[in-house]
């Protein structure tokens, strides 16, 4: 048995950048990550890495500026985590497009509103895409460049776990499987090899968060929506942006690794089949804007499980049921964009240094 100051229970890079931002601010204090590495497959390591807070977010409430304040974070972030780490982190800032042909009507609200939020873009003609893009299908019709980035999250998921180590935080991997408490305060984590005492205990576990919280005896609404997608394996010349567009994302990983091609959004449990057929009408829709695509040797497929809370907002926070507990999950699609400006604000909230809560991530609107 061991003696916390914070037990983090989840080891993708959500629970690893909590450690992380944790050791870096109490150096002193003892910090351990538990979790089954086989976990973080099915969402840290199976994203794509697209940082897109204004190609995804319609409005300009709380989570879009939050989205839009992890953005601007990600440069230092990655500089910080690999200076410690020592593993290098592919971003690229070099932007996303949005294809006329893909968003149709929304074109002029999508303007409107990156003009509104004064969000870095430009609007590229056929002719100008032509020119820069010439590997895109010519019926794309005109672009919108929108100033966006990309991380290799895989790349991120290995360097912060490296970093943590470095600080000194312990990795466990085992399963979590309850804890010991009483009616206001956790004592310890039971997992598959023993207990985890601590003083602090974070609930980071993502799709798995809802589990663990019926052990606590709270309804945490959180269940995983299954993305199924693909690696294929086309020259990094290709394409130097993400694209959205066709009910799909293209995102080149660059460095020889190929595009990733996404993703459904499957309401079905912990379901982690593969479907030929799935994969293949991705292949097909993202063909149609990158022609290369087509016939591209297929390196890997996967499916990823998002944790998405019922109103698709992430659940950040300290509990108002037990004093000693703190969630990160809920992150849905933009857990890898929000990496940065969560761990943050969780650090901050762990810590005591007591960054202003805000309500729209609160535990407390479930009662948590």
């Known amino acids: 048995m061991s003696h916390n100051d914070v037990v983090i229970v989840g080891a993708g890079v959500i629970g690893h950048s909590i450690a992380f931002k944790i050791k870096q601010a109490r150096p002193g204090w003892s910090v351990v990550v538990l979790g089954d590495p086989m976990h973080s497959l099915a969402a840290s390591r199976a994203a794509a890495g697209m940082l897109a807070p204004f190609c995804e977010c319609r409005e300009a409430?709380?989570?879009?500026?939050?989205?839009?304040?992890?953005?601007?974070?990600?440069?230092?972030?990655?500089?910080?985590?690999?200076?410690?780490?020592?593993?290098?982190?592919?971003?690229?800032?070099?932007?996303?497009?949005?294809?006329?042909?893909?968003?149709?009507?929304?074109?002029?609200?999508?303007?409107?509103?990156?003009k509104e939020e004064n969000v870095p873009h430009a609007v590229w003609s056929p002719a100008t895409v032509r020119e820069k893009l010439p590997h895109l299908s010519p019926h794309v019709g005109a672009c919108i460049w929108v100033g966006e980035a990309q991380v290799n999250n895989r790349q991120l998921h290995d360097a912060l776990a490296a970093a943590s180590a470095k600080l000194g935080v312990t990795v466990e991997t085992a399963n979590v499987t309850g804890f010991r408490r009483d009616d206001s305060e956790l004592?310890?984590?039971?997992?598959?090899?023993?207990?985890?005492?601590?003083?602090?205990?974070v609930l980071a576990a993502g799709s798995w968060s809802q589990q663990l919280g019926s052990v606590l005896g709270v309804s945490l609404p959180v269940?995983?929506?299954?993305?199924?997608?693909?690696?294929?394996?086309?020259?990094?010349?290709?394409?130097?942006?993400?694209?959205?567009?066709?009910?799909?994302?293209?995102a080149p990983w660059r460095q020889g690794n190929g595009m990733v091609l996404g993703s459904t959004m499957e309401d079905r449990g912990f379901d982690g089949l593969i479907q030929d057929d799935v994969i293949q009408a991705i292949?097909?829709?993202?063909?149609?804007?990158?022609?290369?695509?087509?016939?591209?040797?297929?390196?890997e497929t996967w499916a990823g499980l998002r944790?998405?809370?019922?109103?698709?907002?992430?659940?950040?926070?300290?509990?108002?049921?037990?004093?000693?507990?703190?969630?990160?999950?809920?992150?849905?699609?933009?857990?890898?964009?929000?990496?940065?400006?969560?761990?943050?604000?969780?650090?901050?909230?762990?810590?005591?240094?007591?960054?202003?809560?805000?309500?729209?991530f609160d535990p407390a609107r479930y009662g948590l």
């Open 223 to 250: 269940r995983p929506i299954k993305g199924q997608m693909c690696r294929v394996d086309v020259d990094d010349l290709t394409l130097a942006y993400t694209i959205h567009g066709l009910c799909t994302y293209i």
């Open 61 to 114: 409430n709380r989570f879009f500026h939050f989205c839009r304040e992890s953005l601007d974070k990600y440069p230092d972030f990655i500089r910080d985590v690999s200076a410690v780490s020592g593993i290098g982190v592919y971003l690229s800032t070099d932007g996303s497009i949005m294809p006329e042909n893909s968003i149709g009507e929304q074109w002029d609200e999508r303007l409107q509103f990156f």
């Open 187 to 201: 004592f310890a984590a039971v997992t598959d090899t023993g207990e985890v005492t601590g003083k602090r205990f």
């Open 283 to 299: 292949i097909d829709r993202a063909a149609v804007i990158l022609p290369a695509l087509k016939d591209a040797p297929l390196i």
């Open 307 to 360: 944790p998405a809370a019922e109103d698709r907002m992430p659940v950040m926070g300290a509990s108002s049921r037990f004093h000693n507990l703190f969630y990160s999950t809920g992150h849905f699609r933009n857990g890898i964009l929000l990496t940065p400006n969560q761990a943050d604000y969780m650090a901050g909230m762990v810590t005591g240094e007591m960054p202003d809560r805000i309500a729209e």
